[in-house]
């Protein structure tokens, strides 16, 4: 045998050693005394990183149930909201509909800011705006890329070439005749953009600060806002004029020649892809919440059998 102080080989199995003189029977004896004697740090580390992991993985296992439900039923309540109290809803999605004009203008080149049930669009192309704007999204483009947020660089390059194709490639009248579509369709677009909020990393001020569960909502009331007008019968459908002009829908049709079939079935395609955009980032968002709780599951059992194992103080 070896003895188990020293390391001296034994050529048979003697009381003590030969080299050191330790009885063999009171150094195991004592050795059994001291697992995990009190003072010992081992143990008591190994049950700290327990009780971290086991905290980690109750939150992920809250945020599973929110990737499950929250989507499905901020969807389905913003929908019996429409139906119930279109108006109310409309004082909300309002917001939505007139950023999206907004949008639709600085993506073309023009200078505009939603207001309250009305967008003031610039009469002129302002390329002083879109030099600007294609420098943020240049310089976000490439923060992003330091910190290695490759969905943000995909998303800042998409939005610079929609930028430069908006105002170099289109003409002013087919500009306009987006500005004005990008109403509706914003609700749809950013409403989409909205309720994706709820996917925000966990180190993210919306998600820390809860403020995705508003945008959830928001942006679910603006899609369903716009998805039910679309989707309706033709006699529900926006055309029309108030104190600040035609409708959005009757400028379309009145002014710019588009057909009603035509209008209602690019809302409904631009609403279909949306739909497609949710769907997609619902499965993900589970699928990256099931395979996050495997792995904190794996690393308590491979934690939780290091704690029983035999810890000896020597």
């Given at each position: ?26 150094f ?16 008591s ?55 999206g ?43 992003a890329?330091?910190r ?12 610079l ?57 928001l ?5 369903m ?8 019968s ?40 949306c ?40």
């Open positions: 045998m070896e003895c188990p102080k020293c390391g001296f080989a034994q050529d048979q199995t003697p009381a003590e050693c030969a080299r050191c003189g330790i009885v063999f029977a009171k195991i004896a004592a050795q059994e005394d001291a697992l995990f004697a009190p003072g010992d740090t081992v143990p580390a190994i049950q700290a990183d327990l009780e971290r992991l086991r905290a980690d993985r109750d939150a992920l296992r809250r945020e599973w149930r929110a990737r499950v439900l929250a989507l499905p039923s901020a969807l389905l309540g913003a929908w019996f909201a429409v139906k119930a109290a279109p108006g109310l809803v409309r004082m909300f999605s309002m917001w939505v509909h007139e950023s004009h907004a949008v639709s203008a600085w993506l073309c080149g023009y200078s505009a800011w939603p207001g309250p049930w009305f967008t003031p669009v610039a009469s002129e192309r302002s390329f002083t705006l879109t030099g600007l704007l294609v420098v943020l999204l240049v310089v976000g483009a490439y923060r890329w330091q290695e947020r490759w969905f943000w660089v995909a998303a800042a390059t998409v939005v070439l929609v930028t430069l194709c908006g105002t170099l490639l289109l003409t002013a009248v087919k500009a306009r005749q987006l500005i004005t579509f990008g109403g509706d369709g914003g609700c749809l677009v950013l409403g989409t953009a909205l309720m994706l909020t709820v996917y925000a990393r966990p180190d993210h001020p919306l998600r820390r600060e809860r403020l995705r569960w508003a945008l959830l909502v942006g679910a009331l603006a899609f806002d716009a998805y039910v007008i679309w989707s309706g033709f006699d529900r459908l926006p055309f029309g004029e108030s104190e600040h002009g035609l409708s959005d829908p009757s400028v379309l049709v009145e002014q710019f020649g588009w057909g009603v079939l035509l209008l209602v079935n690019r809302y409904i395609a631009l609403a279909r892809a739909f497609f955009v949710l769907a997609a980032a619902y499965i993900g968002g589970i699928m990256e919440s099931v395979i996050a709780l495997r792995a904190t599951q794996f690393d308590d059992e491979r934690r939780r059998s290091h704690a029983n194992a035999p810890h000896f103080v020597t």
